[in-house]
């Protein structure tokens, strides 16, 4: 899953980072006496949030809850949207049968029953999934959930020439040889012919997998398995107005300017368990210039950014010099990398992948990033802190943290002499001209491989073009771009829900292709196989370290940070944390308010 937001601006320098960098690092080190515990705002101080709850007992039911966001969703839509704030925002109005825990931090990323009395019970074979709904349960207009609204919302994943985006998981999991249509080509009277699904009665939903899959109550836990009631469904109209399941409901929504939900009065806080419904009313502002939102962040007129992937780098440095006490610094659960194509020469050669990994400075691309409070740690590894497996960076096969984390020229040279290019080669770095962060990335990559001969171009490719462009095998050999820089966080917290998409050869795509380094290793193909029908948690995090360990030994990537963000926190929020759930962004569905009346 890609992160969303883009600060619209192309002018941040490598040396201009390298100065936000520096701040941050004094940041994270000290500094700003008072205001580090929050005595001067009213905030409850730096990183007070960061897996772990701030100010959960000054939360009071009223008031409105004010987002600000540089960006909108993707979609509204509970099938389509893919984007990781939507997911999280969503839940105000959808339900699904399983959710992530409400609390701080790794817990955050489990499951707990959200419709469904408990979680599925689960066939000794892995196959069959059966839940019981809550009693209780109601649509906005009073209306009972019943096991087919469920049912209809899920099979809506298939849709897609009406419904694009959205994640397949479901789809490929329920229905693997694409025989279902769709609701919306359903020849039954219902509308309601998916076979894997059965719904005995109002209160019963079965699932019927042709073939396990470990991480399947997980995919039922996304906003993509949230239910529809056919009466309401809009198909492409329905982002504009879903119809609540949850606490909320919307009242109004324009397209890229606002967003306001209003309490739904027929949702029962007996039926869930999950969700505490604080705020009586929910806005959201949109804004074309980032740098507008942090001002009005800092300002007090918002209370949080939607879009939880850090402050800009002009708002950041305001609020680490004067707010201090409102930011959280989280792990993203995001890692951001290079890649590179073996379909573009050298890079079909392993020595020659390596040369790169070594002869990189790590450090400098670090702090290009922002350093390691706004960047992040220097990433070791693909694998995510927060997916099970991870062994953080523990695990360092190039010792990108260690000896060369400055680069290792000496064994740069050994690496392009064993891959036959003992002089060097040019390349072509592809980077998103919307990300001035990668693009500062990119300079420094550059600036290190010109020191071991390695000449690299920087292509600046259009970012909303991303799929076609880097996402196309025949249009990044034409292009040459034996180096992309690019990043990728779980939609779901297993190697499955990350992993899969990047390096199971099933997933390489002529159009839309996330496996950018075309790996076609029958042994992580195996592995993957494998991990699907493991049911035990042991097992399964046994598995995914080992397929980390294959990538790894591939040399298919440089990664660069396990990233953080500097997200803020208003001064007027209540029942504050973050969570694994989302990527290390605060969890919406039980923010409060201290002072409703603001």
Known sequence: MTTQRTSGRRKQAFAAAAAVAALLTTAACGGGGDDDKGSSTGAAGFDAANNKVAQASLAKKGGTLKFGSAQDADSWDTTRGYYGMMWNFARYYSRQLVTNKAEPGKAGAELTPDLATGLAKVSADGKTYTYTLRDGITWEDGKPITSKDVKYGIERVWATDVLSGGPPYLMEVLDPKHEYKGPYKDTSADKLGLKAIETPDDKTIVFKLPQANADFQEMLGLISASPVRQDMDTKAKYALHPFSSGPYKFQSYSPGKDLTLVRNTSWKQASDPVRKAYPDKITVQFFSDANQLDQRLLSGDLDLDLTQTGMSPQGR?????????????????????????????????????????????????QTARGGPVAGGDIGT??????????????????????????????????????????????????????????????????????????????????????????????????????????????????VQGFGLPLWNSKYIQQSGNNNYALIKDKTIDGLFDTYVTTLDNAGKAKVATEINHKVMEGAYYLPFVFERFVNWRGDNLANVYTTDGYSGQYDFVNLGLKNPQK
């Open 317 to 365: 440095t305001t609020a680490l010099k004067e707010h201090k006490a409102n930011l959280d610094n989280p792990v993203s659960g995001y890692i951001r990398y290079a890649v590179f194509p073996q379909s573009v020469k050298p890079f079909d050669n392993i020595e020659c992948r390596k040369a790169v990994i070594y002869g990189a400075d790590h450090v400098s691309l």
């Open 381 to 494: 590894n693909m694998l995510p802190p927060s997916v099970p497996g991870s062994e953080g960076q523990k695990y360092d096969p190039y010792e990108i943290a260690g000896a060369n984390k400055s680069g290792n020229e000496a064994k740069a040279k050994e690496a392009l002499k064993a891959c036959g290019q003992p002089n060097g080669f040019k390349t072509t770095i592809a980077v998103r001209n919307n990300k001035p962060v990668e693009v500062a990335t990119a300079q420094s990559l550059q600036a290190s491989l010109k020191k071991i001969g390695i000449n690299a171009e920087i292509d600046q490719f259009d970012g909303s073009q991303t799929t076609g462009i880097i996402g196309s095998p025949s249009n990044v050999q034409k292009k040459g771009y034996g180096i992309i820089i690019m990043g990728w966080g779980p939609d779901f917290p297993s």
